[in-house]
């Protein structure tokens, strides 16, 4: 499978790496915004110029989107899965339904596959939602995130005017957690589950008050959550903030039984050392199922809930049935 990276940074290093390990695919370039002369890659792989995506779309199979969700991701995926198959990682939830309608309008009119919002949440956490709703229908649902560097949320900070860097960390309220993990099923609010914590690098000069504001203020990232900004140097990022961990936990309690008399919980937990290398990893997996799918004759959006999980492996049938089952 010849996989192209679109986009270079933390999460196309990640998958940089997943793809360069997986023995069933060929990274056959990574293309980026920048000029192709100034990036230095992790591998031997050829860098070219966004605007040369087109020229190498005979050597390509699958486009692994690796921008961002605030203003990348809604232009570029549909824009691509007009030419090629794509794998994205979108994940501003709430905007989910309307990038799928988009991505599978483009998709079905070019005859190419897209698959939206992969990775561990959405992506993995969704899986695991989805199976144990499934299994416990009387139940609730408890995701909580952290505590991490959120991707998507430190890009959506440094997109303000002003900031020259930032560290978003996303925290998880242990009380929440507890009441989750206790069976009683607490309807717990989005400010009750989570804090956010925001360290940000601004631009001489800057007006620290505007952009505390339009932090604390953004919609579908901090408005709902109690969030607190520290403003740092660059030196102390550096120094205090240059890792990327993060996971997080879903947990579903829920009662079985005629007459409910049973407590049942299921927890599916990750905890990362690196965030942009996992989820390149997922993504990788995903390009697999990608190609497979197009393969089969299938076109238009997908999300992992449209994947069947043998399509996520290199395993062959006969191997995951005999060593996973």
């Known amino acids: 499978m010849k996989i192209a990276i679109a986009g270079y940074g933390n999460l196309g290093r990640g998958v940089e790496a997943a793809v ?34 087109e020229a190498h779309a005979d050597d390509i199979d699958v486009v692994v989107l690796c921008g961002g969700s605030a ?38 009119e070019a005859g190419t596959i897209g698959v939206i919002s992969c ?63 206790s069976g009683k099923n607490p309807q717990l609010t989005t400010r009750q589950k989570h804090t956010r914590e925001c360290f940000v690098v601004a631009e001489e000069g800057a007006d620290l008050a505007a952009i505390e504001k339009a932090i604390v203020t953004m919609p ?3 408005a709902d959550y109690d969030t607190t900004v520290t403003f740092i140097t660059q030196e102390e990022l550096d120094a205090n903030h240059a890792g990327l961990p993060h996971g997080g936990t879903v947990i579903r309690s829920g009662r079985t039984g005629l007459n409910a008399e049973f407590g049942d919980t299921v927890e599916f937990t990750l905890a990362l050392d690196s965030n942009p290398y996992f989820t390149g990893s997922v993504l990788a997996s995903v390009a697999r199922a990608a190609y497979r799918l197009h393969q089969d004759g299938q076109v238009g959006a997908r999300t992992m809930f449209d994947i069947p999980p043998a399509l996520l492996s290199p395993l062959s049938a006969e191997e995951l049935r005999a060593h996973l089952m």
């Open 20 to 53: 360069t390990n997986a023995q069933d695919m060929e990274l056959v370039g990574i293309f980026t915004r920048r000029d192709p002369q100034t990036v230095t890659v992790a591998t031997d792989t050829p860098v070219y110029a966004w605007g040369d995506l």
């Open 220 to 222: 579908n990232y901090f």
């Open 71 to 108: 203003t990348d991701l809604p232009q570029q995926t549909p824009e691509l899965a007009k030419r090629f198959c794509v794998v994205d990682s979108f994940d501003t939830h709430a905007n989910i339904p309307a990038h799928f309608a988009n991505v599978d309008a483009a998709a079905r």
């Open 119 to 181: 990775g561990w949440d959405p992506g993995l956490f969704s899986l695991a939602r989805l199976y144990a709703s499934a299994a416990l229908p009387d139940g609730a649902d408890y995701t909580f995130w952290g505590r991490g560097v959120s991707q998507g949320h430190s890009d959506a900070i440094r997109r303000i005017p002003g900031v020259a860097d930032a560290r978003q960390y996303t925290v998880p309220v242990p009380s929440a957690v507890e009441a989750a993990r």
